[in-house]
Structure formats: structure tokens, C-alpha cells
Nanobody
Framework: VQLQAYGGGLVQPGGSLRLSCAAS????????IGWFRQAPGKEREGVSCLFLSDGSTYYADSVKGRFTISSDNVQNTVFLQMNSLKPEDTAVYYC?????????????????????WGQGTQVTVSS
């Protein structure tokens, strides 16, 4: 099971980054895909989710209006465009999928992205 996140780095406050996650090698069926993050000493926080059947997207209040999730269905890649970054966005960002059909919509709406995830990518927002 491979979900590799890419695109992290160091950026100044107000800057932008675009994270990518290639799910093409993921062998199980999944019904939603998204991102969560974890900062040192803090609990995991769901950031955004894309429900695949209807394209609905969901965001944490902390990132609404600044982050946008999208996907390239051809290559099974999901993106997280992050604009107007703040120091509090600093965290390791993980790409995750939801594989249980019966619970995927509920979990996606509530950003409970915990079925499968891969190696994260560090995002540091600092001047």
C-alpha cells in the first residue's frame, strides 16, 4: 500500500505550496481521499477530503478559503493547493484514503481520514 505525498518545503508566511499524492499504486478500492496533518506535540487534524462519487469537498475551518483539494482522475493523483500560508500551518501533511464504503461519506464530511495513509511531507511556514 503506497500513498506518497510530495511537495512540502519551507515557505514564508503568505506564500503558497502545492502538495501532490499519487494513489495510482494503491490496490484497494477507495471512496474518498484527502489530507490530514500533524504538528509536533499536537493531535492529528483532518485538513480536507474529496468524496469521489460526487466530487464533494470538505475542509477544516482553519483552512477554508485558503486550501483547495483537487484530483487528476487520469493518473489517480490528488492535490492540495495551499495559499496564504500561516505559521500555524506548519506540520507533516499526510495523504489518506477511506476504503470502507459504508462509512466513507460520514468520515469524509468529518475529516476523519484514518483508513490508510502513507509517508508524509513536511510543510514549514516561517520567515
Amino acid at each position: 500500500v503506497q500513498l506518497q505525498a510530495y511537495g512540502g518545503g519551507l515557505v514564508q508566511p503568505g506564500g503558497s505550496l502545492r502538495l501532490s499524492c499519487a494513489a495510482s499504486v494503491f490496490t484497494l478500492d477507495y471512496f474518498a481521499i484527502g489530507w490530514f496533518r500533524q504538528a509536533p506535540g499536537k493531535e492529528r487534524e483532518g485538513v480536507s477530503c474529496l468524496f469521489l462519487s460526487d466530487g464533494s469537498t470538505y475542509y477544516a475551518d482553519s483552512v477554508k478559503g485558503r486550501f483547495t483539494i483537487s484530483s487528476d482522475n487520469v493518473q489517480n493523483t490528488v492535490f492540495l493547493q495551499m495559499n496564504s500560508l500561516k505559521p500555524e500551518d506548519t506540520a507533516v501533511y499526510y495523504c489518506a484514503v477511506l476504503t470502507q464504503y459504508s462509512s466513507s461519506w460520514y468520515k469524509c464530511v468529518h475529516l476523519n481520514l484514518g483508513d490508510y495513509w502513507g509517508q508524509g511531507t513536511q510543510v514549514t511556514v516561517s520567515s
